[in-house]
């Protein structure tokens, strides 16, 4: 075992791992998913805390918010196909552009990356679990209240009017009465909240919980994508949180954040909401760079080129994001010498970029392909991805930023990035792991249909904006006079967005039949390299029944060429309790067992206390104060510990 550590440079002696290398017997095994399972029935669907069990929610959830979010982009088409119609009203429009805003930025691009993470992160790392699987469960559940919430508003003819960023004054009580805005507001605390708690979970996951041997010099490049995004949601999302928080207490206490009148400040607004939305764009799109790092090693079989430099560019990557933010106020009063540092930092963030499209192209190159479905996403995605970089940088220009402010240009350059940055790699994602998910591959020939559609469809629908921006089509209108010359390309963008929804219409299809249809395929149907394909596809719930020793970046492939009498794993945790073997951060080396909480349905409750509290400080805001009851009892029946999990934590201490 100890010379699966010998190219770690320091290497601190390895302490022996606990109890025995034995392979579990079917006795074990058979205990070990009685353990570690989900309870059954109601309450047990509902205390569920398994995170492959949330993880699948987490993905169908989001997935139900992007074809909700896609019909409004449809409905949106329509209305512009042609000038002076009206097949939508000015206001329901507002309400129909502000919620597909909101819904793709905060109900779908951050929350689906996090919640593939979720099922994916412990099984690329060697873990029977994320830390904290009750947080994990809390998580998810007031993310899925707060959408349900803008969603029942929405119906109510309630939903947001002011756009996806809500710029005050527009937002605030002066132009805006009424709750719209208010709902807006604390749908960000939902979603913002369940994404910092998947945050801590991810970051703890990945430095606490990682399989002996695993350095950080061994982690998959997508668990360091992941990570770097956990890092960034931790610094961005709180900027969000204060802001909106700041705007509903304009509107409902009364305080003057924003207020010029009483020495607020609109512009801070936008400082703090952009301060946390161009990093927003890299929580979206570091996620689909990891996507694009593990699907191209396995379609090019080959280990990916330059780890280390792809690595470096992740970190900084992260770290330029932050120093962005006024990229999207160019038209503001800002000094013009700090708009030149600005320009400076978005033309220097695309050599990280860069560093990772040559990287990938180096692997292709040298490789033997496999062209599949999930290769052909990542290949569009270069081609996307090329095109919406080109157009950042020229908007990063601050006098031709200042000429298609707020046109269709910038629309067109935000879906190119975020579309064609993340949604296509997230595609070839889910072709890619749908078989350790279900355990069924994915149908072919369908797949290659809904890919050409929706490539296809993306540029006939996208790329005509370009052209109307330039001939200073506004955004956020919902008509147009025939006399200026947009009612073509508008046509043709509509066409296209038609095309992108039959794409879809073919993948959903592809995704239900395959569930029950599709080709058995086994553990490792793409010969892949990471642990997650060293398990059954589906994993049971334990996901490993001994912990797995890695002696390298493609554990896998290396186990391959082992005999296998020479296989090595940790034994010696327990079978009757839920126990998780800790390691450090650094070297991954073995530390101590930890006692995994089990099943409850006290963070499901607790998350119908912290939505009352939210949704009731919307209408006055004594609820903080008695919405606080409710939560702090359960969140105090929560973390009580029951006399037979104490027990456990006491024999655990006192085993050798």
């Given at each position: 075992?100890?010379?699966?550590?010998?190219?770690?440079?320091?290497?601190?002696?390895?302490?022996?791992?606990?109890?025995?290398?034995?392979?579990?017997?079917?006795?074990?095994?058979?205990?070990?998913?009685?353990?570690?399972?989900?309870?059954?029935?109601?309450?047990?669907?509902?205390?569920?805390?398994?995170?492959?069990?949330?993880?699948?929610?987490?993905?169908?959830?989001?997935?139900?918010?992007?074809?909700?979010?896609?019909?409004?982009?449809?409905?949106?088409?329509?209305?512009?196909?042609?000038?002076?119609?009206?097949?939508?009203?000015?206001?329901?429009?507002?309400?129909?552009?502000?919620?597909?805003?909101?819904?793709?930025?905060?109900?779908?691009?951050?929350?689906?990356?996090?919640?593939?993470?979720?099922?994916?992160?412990?099984?690329?790392?060697?873990?029977?679990?994320?830390?904290?699987?009750?947080?994990?469960?809390?998580?998810?559940?007031?993310?899925?209240?707060?959408?349900?919430?803008?969603?029942?508003?929405?119906?109510?003819?309630?939903?947001?009017?002011?756009?996806?960023?809500?710029?005050?004054?527009?937002?605030?009580?002066?132009?805006?009465?009424?709750?719209?805005?208010?709902?807006?507001?604390?749908?960000?605390?939902?979603?913002?909240?369940?994404?910092?708690?998947?945050?801590?979970?991810?970051?703890?996951?990945?430095?606490?919980?990682?399989?002996?041997?695993?350095?950080?010099?061994?982690?998959?490049?997508?668990?360091?994508?992941?990570?770097?995004?956990?890092?960034?949601?931790?610094?961005?999302?709180?900027?969000?949180?204060?802001?909106?928080?700041?705007?509903?207490?304009?509107?409902?206490?009364?305080?003057?954040?924003?207020?010029?009148?009483?020495?607020?400040?609109?512009?801070?607004?936008?400082?703090?909401?952009?301060?946390?939305?161009?990093?927003?764009?890299?929580?979206?799109?570091?996620?689909?760079?990891?996507?694009?790092?593990?699907?191209?090693?396995?379609?090019?079989?080959?280990?990916?080129?330059?780890?280390?430099?792809?690595?470096?560019?992740?970190?900084?990557?992260?770290?330029?994001?932050?120093?962005?933010?006024?990229?999207?106020?160019?038209?503001?009063?800002?000094?013009?010498?700090?708009?030149?540092?600005?320009?400076?930092?978005?033309?220097?963030?695309?050599?990280?970029?860069?560093?990772?499209?040559?990287?990938?192209?180096?692997?292709?190159?040298?490789?033997?392909?496999?062209?599949?479905?999930?290769?052909?996403?990542?290949?569009?995605?270069?081609?996307?991805?090329?095109?919406?970089?080109?157009?950042?940088?020229?908007?990063?220009?601050?006098?031709l930023d200042l000429q298609v402010h707020d046109t269709y240009f910038v629309v067109a350059h935000l879906h190119y990035v975020l579309l064609g940055g993340a949604v296509f790699p997230l595609a070839g994602a889910v072709h890619y792991w749908y078989p350790k998910f279900t355990g069924r591959l994915m149908d072919e020939k369908l797949g290659r249909w809904s890919f050409w559609l929706f490539f296809i469809g993306f540029n006939v629908a996208f790329f005509p904006m370009h052209l109307l921006g330039l001939w200073g089509m506004p955004r956020?209108?919902?008509?147009?006079?025939?006399?200026?010359?947009?009612?073509?390309?508008?046509?043709?963008?509509?066409?296209?967005?038609?095309?992108?929804?039959?794409?879809?219409?073919?993948?959903?299809?592809?995704?239900?039949?395959?569930?029950?249809?599709?080709?058995?395929?086994?553990?490792?149907?793409?010969?892949?390299?990471?642990?997650?394909?060293?398990?059954?596809?589906?994993?049971?719930?334990?996901?490993?029944?001994?912990?797995?020793?890695?002696?390298?970046?493609?554990?896998?492939?290396?186990?391959?060429?082992?005999?296998?009498?020479?296989?090595?794993?940790?034994?010696?945790?327990?079978?009757?309790?839920?126990?998780?073997?800790?390691?450090?951060?650094?070297?991954?080396?073995?530390d101590h067992r930890s006692q995994f909480p089990q099943p409850s349905i006290w963070p499901f409750l607790s998350a119908v206390a912290t939505t009352g509290l939210f949704v009731g400080s919307i209408f006055t805001p004594w609820a903080v104060v008695w919405g606080a009851v409710p939560v702090a009892i359960g969140l105090t029946c929560w973390f009580w510990p029951r006399r037979q999990e104490s027990r456990l934590h006491v024999a655990l201490e006192q085993q050798p």
């Amino acid at each position: 075992m100890t010379a699966c550590f010998d190219d770690l440079r320091p290497q601190p002696p390895l302490p022996r791992p606990p109890g025995n290398q034995v392979p579990p017997s079917a006795e074990d095994r058979a205990q070990l998913e009685a353990t570690w399972r989900d309870p059954p029935g109601l309450v047990g669907w509902l205390s569920a805390i398994n995170h492959k069990t949330i993880g699948k929610r987490f993905m169908l959830t989001t997935l139900g918010f992007f074809l909700a979010g896609g019909l409004l982009a449809l409905a949106m088409r329509l209305q512009l196909m042609r000038p002076q119609n009206h097949l939508i009203g000015p206001d329901l429009y507002n309400q129909v552009f502000s919620m597909h805003g909101t819904t793709m930025m905060f109900l779908f691009a951050v929350p689906v990356m996090q919640a593939v993470a979720g099922y994916l992160v412990p099984l690329m790392i060697g873990a029977r679990s994320v830390a904290f699987p009750r947080m994990n469960a809390y998580a998810y559940w007031v993310f899925l209240f707060g959408g349900l919430m803008l969603y029942t508003a929405f119906a109510l003819d309630i939903g947001p009017d002011a756009g996806w960023f809500s710029y005050v004054p527009l937002a605030g009580p002066d132009y805006s009465p009424g709750k719209r805005i208010d709902f807006w507001a604390q749908l960000i605390t939902f979603t913002e909240l369940s994404a910092l708690l998947e945050a801590v979970i991810i970051i703890t996951t990945v430095f606490k919980l990682r399989a002996p041997g695993m350095a950080l010099n061994r982690i998959p490049l997508f668990v360091w994508a992941m990570l770097v995004t956990a890092f960034m949601v931790l610094f961005a999302m709180p900027s969000v949180m204060l802001a909106s928080t700041a705007l509903i207490t304009d509107r409902l206490v009364g305080t003057h954040f924003y207020n010029p009148a009483q020495n607020g400040d609109v512009v801070l607004w936008q400082h703090l909401f952009w301060f946390f939305g161009h990093p927003e764009v890299y929580l979206i799109f570091i996620p689909g760079l990891g996507f694009i790092s593990a699907i191209i090693p396995t379609f090019a079989r080959r280990p990916m080129f330059g780890y280390n430099a792809m690595v470096l560019a992740l970190i900084a990557t992260a770290f330029l994001a932050f120093g962005l933010w006024v990229h999207h106020m160019f038209a503001t009063n800002i000094p013009e010498l700090g708009k030149s540092f600005f320009t400076a930092a978005s033309m220097l963030i695309a050599i990280p970029s860069a560093v990772q499209i040559f990287c990938w192209l180096a692997t292709l190159a040298t490789g033997r392909l496999n062209f599949k479905t999930p290769l052909l996403f990542v290949l569009a995605f270069f081609f996307i991805l090329v095109l919406g970089g080109l157009t950042g940088i020229m908007l990063a220009s601050v006098p031709l930023d200042l000429q298609v402010h707020d046109t269709y240009f910038v629309v067109a350059h935000l879906h190119y990035v975020l579309l064609g940055g993340a949604v296509f790699p997230l595609a070839g994602a889910v072709h890619y792991w749908y078989p350790k998910f279900t355990g069924r591959l994915m149908d072919e020939k369908l797949g290659r249909w809904s890919f050409w559609l929706f490539f296809i469809g993306f540029n006939v629908a996208f790329f005509p904006m370009h052209l109307l921006g330039l001939w200073g089509m506004p955004r956020r209108v919902y008509t147009y006079p025939a006399d200026r010359g947009w009612g073509d390309m508008n046509m043709v963008s509509t066409f296209g967005a038609l095309m992108i929804g039959l794409g879809v219409l073919l993948f959903l299809i592809n995704l239900v039949r395959s569930r029950w249809q599709g080709e058995l395929a086994g553990p490792d149907p793409w010969g892949g390299g990471t642990l997650e394909w060293g398990t059954a596809s589906p994993p049971s719930s334990v996901n490993f029944e001994a912990i797995p020793v890695v002696c390298g970046r493609d554990p896998v492939w290396q186990a391959a060429e082992r005999p296998p009498d020479q296989a090595v794993a940790v034994g010696g945790l327990a079978t009757t309790s839920r126990e998780q073997l800790v390691t450090s951060v650094l070297d991954a080396q073995p530390d101590h067992r930890s006692q995994f909480p089990q099943p409850s349905i006290w963070p499901f409750l607790s998350a119908v206390a912290t939505t009352g509290l939210f949704v009731g400080s919307i209408f006055t805001p004594w609820a903080v104060v008695w919405g606080a009851v409710p939560v702090a009892i359960g969140l105090t029946c929560w973390f009580w510990p029951r006399r037979q999990e104490s027990r456990l934590h006491v024999a655990l201490e006192q085993q050798p």
